[in-house]
């Protein structure tokens, strides 16, 4: 079965530290993966997706298929980094399946 | 970037009453349309995908009669919480992709449901 698994759900980092976010996942095909993020008061938004190979605001997530793994880094977290974060896995036909989420607080 | 409404934002009612709530594609049309639920510090749960013109197909454990969906139009569909009890309480939350790129969903802000 698919399975996205977030061993955090609670990160605190100081301003400037690195970030790294875990996420795990089980899926017997071909995964497609994501980063999704809530900011307070915000609804849920995409991040990144392995697929872009891109960084956004500062963060990057490289898909390791030996590990099953999808963490996102930052080098030097920012205090408006502080949201949660879902990794989250398409099962296809657009179907996602979500991690428990990491709630990321940057303390000044 | 897209926009997906929800409405109302959220809703307080009694047992045993029925609920709707309209998930709305603003900017963009949307054959296919997902609803999740999230429990209090909990992660989504897909619950089923609203498809335009057909039946909506429900994930393993949800009851389709319990939780009606209709997705009547390319910007609208709806989701029915029938005779609602207490533990139907919870955060649904509804997303759809853009023909453009199916592989970014856009997410509607969401609808607290407290059944008393």
């Known amino acids: 079965a698919q399975r996205v698994t977030q061993p955090e759900k609670l990160l605190s980092v100081f301003k400037g530290a690195p970030v790294e976010l875990k996420c795990n996942y089980s899926y017997s095909g071909s995964p497609e993966l994501f980063w999704y993020v809530q900011y307070s008061r915000q609804r849920l938004q995409l991040l990144l997706r392995?697929?872009s190979r891109e960084s956004i605001k500062g963060f990057t997530a490289d898909l390791n298929k030996g590990e099953t793994s999808f963490h996102l880094k930052k080098p030097f977290a920012q205090e408006e980094d502080s949201a949660m974060y879902y990794c989250?896995?398409?099962?296809?036909?657009?179907?996602?399946?979500f991690g428990q989420g990491t709630r990321l607080t940057i303390n000044p | 970037g897209a926009v997906v409404s929800q409405h109302p934002s959220w809703v307080i009612c009694k047992s045993g009453t029925s609920v709707k709530i309209e998930c709305r594609s603003l900017d963009f049309q949307a054959t296919t349309m997902f609803w999740y639920r999230q429990f209090p510090k909990q992660s989504l749960m897909l619950m089923a995908t609203s498809n335009e013109g057909s039946k909506a197909t429900y994930e393993q454990g949800v009851e389709k009669d319990k939780f009606l969906i209709n997705h009547a139009s390319l910007t609208l569909s709806t989701l029915t919480v029938t005779s609602a009890h207490p533990e139907d309480s919870s955060f649904y939350i509804c997303?759809?992709?853009?023909?453009?790129?199916?592989?970014?969903?856009?997410f509607g802000p969401g609808t607290r449901l407290t059944v008393l």
């Open positions: 989250a896995l398409s099962q296809g036909a657009q179907k996602l399946v």
């Open positions: 997303s759809a992709p853009t023909s453009y790129d199916y592989n970014e969903q856009f």
């Open positions: 392995h697929i």
